[in-house]
Structures are given as C-alpha cells and as structure tokens.
C-alpha cells in the first residue's frame, strides 16, 4: 500500500494505522486497524479498476440511504488526488462469512434479504448501470462463442436457448451484482450485511435471485436454490418471474470448468434443471 494512501485513510480513521491485513492473498482489500477502529480499504488491483471502486463507493451510498444491509462509506477519493490512488473505506461488518451448513432457514433468510435490496426501483445511473447478468464485468458465454475458452455441448445449448428466449422485460430495480455466500455475512442466524459492491448496478431481481441459487446449489446441494427462492417469494408476496432464465444466465456466466469437479457437476445439474423449465 502507498504511504500516501495510508496517510488519507489514518486521517479518515481518526488514529494512526497499527495493523494492515490483506483480506484476498496479497491484493486488497485490506483490513485496517487504526487505534480502536477498524475499516476496510479498497484500492486498485489486477482484478479491480477504478470503475468498480467508485460503483461500490455508489451502492454503499444508496444502501445507508435506504437503510439495507451493508456496510457504511466513511470516505471516498474517486480521483485518488488525496488517496493517490482511486481509493474508499468503508465500515467492517460485524459477523463472519463462513456458512457451515447451508440450513433452510439461512437460505431463506437471504432469500428474503435480496428481496430487500429489489424493493428499491431505480433506473441506472453514473457508476450504477444496467446489469443484463451477475458479475457483468465477466462474460464467459461470450467468450466461449468467440474461442476463447472452450466449451461443452451442455452449455452451447444452454447459450442457444437463451439468446432465442431473449432478456425479459422488468423494472429495474437496486442490484448487488455479486452475490454468492462469500459476500454475505452473519451474526449467528441474523443477516448482518451483503458486502463487496464493485459490480452493482440495476436490473432485474432474477440477476442477484439466480445468482445466489446458482451458488448455493454448487456449494450446499441441488435442494439448496428452492429455499433461497421461497424465502425472497414470501419477502415480495409474490412469485418471481422467469427463474429458468435467470438461472441458466447465472449459469452461463461461470468459466466452463469450475475449481473442481464436483462443483462442475453441480453448477451442470443446475443449469440443466433451468433448461427443462425454459420456453
């Protein structure tokens, strides 16, 4: 970490820094530990742009008006003249993102949470724009069409079927853009905050809906999604629309092999399911 960008952080936390902890390996963001305060820094790395930085400095600052679940923003240097690097800080959230078991009621507790976030209809905006898929700063069907990453007959039908079904209509509404187990955390049962925002944006409720049943399904099993679904139906009183869709972008949007071959095969059985139901 620069020292400029040390010194615009201490001045934000109220005391000299005593401790930085990188939270990803040797990248950011980083804890920070300044007298009895703690914070989280994000600046620039191989994988996060001054673009991601200033659209989580946006959503943190449409969640604290809302009052959602998520951390606050202390500061931000989008330009990095004070920072000397696009720079923000945000509170910790209190509790831990470690689900040990992936229990129904948890799955619906996020359910109804996400519901929560698409309460708040919104066009896109600067830093906040239209998101057609989670994780929209990727795009692996893309990339599968173009070779530049192999695919399987799986998931060339999946991307066949998609692109002739077409993107749905829908109010767009607040998106967390990223959401997976990793980036929610708990206190116990409660659902403290969904953290890590760099790819908010707007857009359908089944963006950050099929993403999180995309993961749990890789992570906790095949009857994991239909928990997350019933918790954010009975958040919204009302039935989600075009769920095979959603769940087959969501889908999509992963490399063609994941870190191993058990999540391979779950995230495949997911995406199959999806089909079964898509027109």
Same mark, same amino acid.
């Given at each position: ?60 600052? @449409? ?6 679940? %998520?951390?606050?923003? +202390?500061? #931000? ?5 004070? &920072? /000397? *690097? ?92 990223? @959401? ?6 708990? %206190?116990?049962?409660? +659902?403290? #905050? ?5 790819? &908010? /944006? *707007? ?77």
């Amino acid at each position: 970490m620069r020292e400029t960008t040390a010194a615009w952080a201490a001045t934000w936390c109220g005391a000299p820094i005593r401790e930085v902890r990188p939270l990803h390996g040797a990248q950011g963001p980083w804890l920070l530990v300044a007298g009895e305060t703690r914070c989280i820094l994000r600046a620039p790395t191989p994988r996060i742009d001054a673009t991601m930085i200033a659209t989580a400095a946006a959503a943190l600052q @449409v969640a604290e008006r809302h009052r959602l679940p %998520a951390p606050r923003l +202390l500061a #931000a240097d989008l330009t990095g003249e004070h &920072a /000397g *690097v696009p720079a923000s800080l945000e509170t910790v959230a209190p509790g831990t993102t470690e689900w040990s078991v992936g229990t129904p009621d948890s799955l619906r507790a996020a359910g109804a949470a996400l519901a929560g976030l698409h309460d708040l209809q919104m066009p896109p905006r600067e830093f906040l724009p239209f998101r057609p898929r989670p994780i929209a700063v990727d795009d692996f069907a893309a990339d599968r069409r173009a070779g530049r990453m192999p695919t399987t007959a799986l998931l060339q039908q999946a991307d066949n079927l998609v692109t002739a079904h077409g993107l749905p209509a829908a109010e767009p509404v607040f998106l967390h853009g990223d @959401v997976w187990p990793g980036n929610i955390v708990w %206190a116990g049962d409660h +659902l403290t #905050a969904f953290i890590d925002w760099k790819t &908010a /944006g *707007v857009g359908a409720p089944g963006v950050d809906l099929s993403e999180l049943r995309k993961q749990v399904a890789i992570s906790f099993g095949p009857d994991a999604p239909a928990h997350v679904l019933t918790g954010w139906e009975q958040a919204t009183g009302r039935r989600a629309d075009h769920v095979a869709y959603w769940d087959a972008v969501a889908a999509l949007n992963t490399p063609t092999t994941l870190y191993a071959a058990p999540a391979t095969a779950r995230r495949d059985a997911f995406l199959r399911k999806s089909l079964n139901h898509l027109p």
